[in-house]
């Protein structure tokens, strides 16, 4: 083989590579739906933030990691009132239903934002990365952009 046809041969694999994680995250964005994705505005110098949103898969899938660029770390979250006293536990993930509305909102099922590296101020935008594992092990990533609204202007 002369090194142009290995040099060719080397692009079209990553070409092929390249377009099928493509395909993969194409079909991952038509399974999963995300909307009404929101933030609460923060207090200068409020380390911690939330983010709400609801999710529906077509399959079972489960949400098992989140990342920002907004702050250090993301956790997934369930608040409960237990005997008149607020419990919040981290989660190791979320689990969707096919086709059943998992709604993220204050309360309940969150995303907590830790070590916030600015404010986040009412009219901004946050990313998150979200990472959803199917049955079969399969990986997807969403990248929802994410409106930073005041208490009063939240949906």
């Avoid at 529906?56 to 608040?79: D, G, P, W, Y």
């Amino acid at each position: 083989m002369t090194v142009v046809t290995k040099t060719t041969m080397l692009f079209q694999v990553f070409v092929f590579c390249i377009f099928g994680f493509i395909a993969d995250n194409a079909r991952a964005a038509e399974e999963i739906t995300i909307s009404h994705a929101w933030a609460r505005a923060t207090a200068p110098g409020q380390e911690l933030g939330a983010a709400y949103m609801t999710l529906q898969s077509l399959a079972n899938t489960s949400l098992f990691k989140v990342e920002s660029t907004a702050a250090a770390s993301v956790e997934i979250h369930s608040m409960t009132m237990k005997s008149g006293v607020m419990q919040m536990r981290k989660l190791d993930n979320l689990v969707l239903t096919a086709n059943k509305l998992v709604a993220l909102e204050p309360g309940g099922f969150h995303l907590m934002l830790i070590g916030l590296k600015k404010p986040l101020t009412a009219g901004d935008e946050i990313k998150l990365s979200l990472y959803f594992k199917k049955a079969d092990g399969k990986v997807s990533v969403l990248h929802p952009q994410v409106s930073v609204l005041s208490g009063e202007n939240r949906p």
